[in-house]
């Protein structure tokens, strides 16, 4: 039986306040580091792109003409020519047949100096090479979300986030002097582990650090924006450095002008404490009451009042794992309902920017929408999130996606315009849905296995982003097809989501027990379980008042 007189961490740091002087330097400092994140899982859209090109004129012919007139007369398309009969100066000229580009293509400069494309020839039989890289990114990112929980839960928040700070910062700076395709390749496979673990390490340090009313503002308003103001900066450098090397180059600095910070943000006190190192724990916590500028208890983390926050009986010198998300009733039903979620929000969120992408038009101005889109969307999601319980917030914007989706198959074929304002609508929803996520796993997991937990939920939707590309090929037979199953899997995302239990304005779970119950009937819980944890959860009844059936 738990004592009435154990405190948890929120309770012990209270006189801190929420925004004092030390909480307003964690959200900028740590919401500073997403911008590089922001841009670099995005940045293959210039290093990547392929420019209009040709095959090369063959070395007997000598024909002078604008590019146009060089294309139509050079070949019937970009992978092929005809073939000369003698030299321009004779009658014969072209023949109808064809050859391959054995003299290689020439690209167009009009829009880019230089891209890996241009670089290594990745047309015609190679082109697979250019999605094949993209989707390495994408490998490293997998790897990442996966590894990036059990280092930092073992060696430290700050210690993981400032080693793949460094990691995705280096391997840009490299890569840009990449001597090889298949170099460049492996260095696109360590940049995005090192963006994935960077940017699910801050949200992480960030959250342990701050309250309640902070940690919402930081995870969803300023982490989310500076994310999107990332995404929204690459365009603009993009278009004044046109050659892929230098962009890469560019995308390094911020990340390596970031590193000394390493003197100024401190380690989360609530690891610390998990792991018995009390004293350092409570040198954070006096350094942030200094910046503050508010008085300090003589003893901050006494040994009858913080027993949630150090080595429990049950848990005492535990290493947890992966197995531990699954081993409890509570844990097994949240992390089952996060993998299905998030993955399934993740396809959708992708497929549709993948579809998005295809829209003609000025190519960085198209980013720069799509950019301004995500971060007015974060914006709102930010405002509303603590106006709703958890829950019903995820369940409405998956619902608004879904049924936006689905009317795109009533809309005749002729009326586009109308097809794109409901893709649009369809975006806005799922891709708040998606921001959400982060914050609403956050407080679901307890702090022995929230990167571990974070991570593995993470994985699955990038594993869901990996289908959107097959499931958008079916276009191909059927124009609603991709439209109708996005549709569908939101619905289903968004009945699954009900069973969560609400976090708004309650404290994170520190140990394994403290995981909340599903909820049955969408409000309520089991009265047994709750009645084992009503000392973590709270009375069932109080939640059912604030969520009635």
């Known amino acids: 039986m738990s004592d009435p007189k154990v405190k948890d961490f929120d309770e012990l740091t209270s006189f801190l306040g929420d925004y004092g002087l030390f909480q307003i330097l964690i959200i900028v400092q740590l919401s500073l580091a997403a911008i590089p994140s922001g841009y670099m ?56 047949d064809t050859d391959q580009c054995v003299d290689g293509w020439v690209f167009s400069t009009e829009i880019y100096s230089s891209t890996v494309v241009s670089e290594w020839d990745l047309v015609c039989e190679h082109a697979w090479k250019v999605p094949f890289s993209t989707s390495l990114f994408f490998v490293g990112v997998l790897i990442g979300s996966l590894i990036s929980g059990p280092f930092s839960d073992r060696f430290g928040r700050k210690p993981v986030f400032f080693f793949t700070m ?83 180059v560019a995308s390094a600095i911020p990340g390596l002008i970031y590193i000394p910070m390493w003197w100024v943000i401190p380690e989360s006190p609530r690891w610390l404490l998990q792991k018995g190192r009390v004293d350092e724990a409570e040198l954070v916590i006096r350094n942030a009451a200094k910046r503050n500028r508010v008085p300090v208890p003589e003893v901050i983390f006494r040994a009858g009042q913080c027993l949630e926050l150090m080595k429990d009986k049950g848990e005492e010198e535990m290493t947890h794992t992966y197995l531990d998300l699954v081993r409890t009733p509570n844990m097994r039903n949240i992390t089952i309902l996060g993998v299905f979620i998030w993955m399934s929000v993740a396809m959708v969120y992708f497929g549709l920017s ?7 038009g000025n190519v960085y101005l198209n980013c720069f929408i799509s950019a301004a889109i995500d971060i007015v969307v974060t914006v709102a999601t930010g405002l509303l999130v603590n106006r709703a319980p958890r829950p019903t917030l995820l369940f409405c914007m998956l619902i608004l996606c879904g049924i936006m989706l689905l009317l795109i198959q009533l809309v005749p074929e002729d009326m586009l315009v109308m097809v794109q304002v409901f893709t649009l609508v369809g975006k806005v929803g799922v891709a708040g849905a998606y921001v959400f996520l982060f914050v609403f796993v956050t407080e679901l997991m307890p702090t022995v296995v929230r990167n571990m937990g974070l991570g593995i939920t993470t994985t699955a939707a990038f594993a869901g982003s990996i289908m959107s590309p097959y499931v958008i090929y079916m276009g191909v037979y059927s124009r609603v097809l991709p439209y109708i199953i996005f549709g569908t899997v939101c619905l289903m995302a968004a009945a699954a989501g009900l069973f969560l239990p609400d976090t708004r304005n309650s404290k994170l779970p520190d140990l394994i027990s403290q995981a909340r119950p599903i909820r049955s009937c969408f409000c309520c819980c089991p009265e047994k379980t709750a009645a084992v944890q009503s000392d973590t959860t709270g009375d069932c009844r109080e939640r059912n008042n604030r969520s009635p059936c």
């Open 166 to 248: 460094v990691l995705q910062s280096v391997t840009a700076l490299i890569q840009a002097a990449s001597v090889s395709w298949v170099m460049f390749c492996v260095l696109n496979c360590l940049k995005g582990l090192g963006q994935v673990s960077n940017y699910g390490t801050s949200l992480i340090l960030g959250s342990e650090m701050l309250g309640p009313s902070a940690r919402i503002k930081f995870s969803l308003l300023a982490q989310g924006v500076c994310y999107g103001i990332g995404y929204a900066l690459l365009p603009l450098f993009a278009y004044f450095i046109r050659g892929w090397r230098m962009l890469l």
């Open 354 to 360: 993948l579809n998005t992408s295809n829209l003609n």
């Open 41 to 96: 899982g995005v940045i293959v859209v210039f290093v990547s792109d392929t420019p209009e090109y040709h095959c090369k004129e063959s070395i007997d012919s000598s024909r002078n003409g604008t590019d146009v007139e060089q294309r139509s007369w050079i070949g019937p398309d970009s992978c092929s020519r005809y073939k000369v009969n003698g030299s321009w100066t004779q009658t014969a000229g072209l023949s109808n």
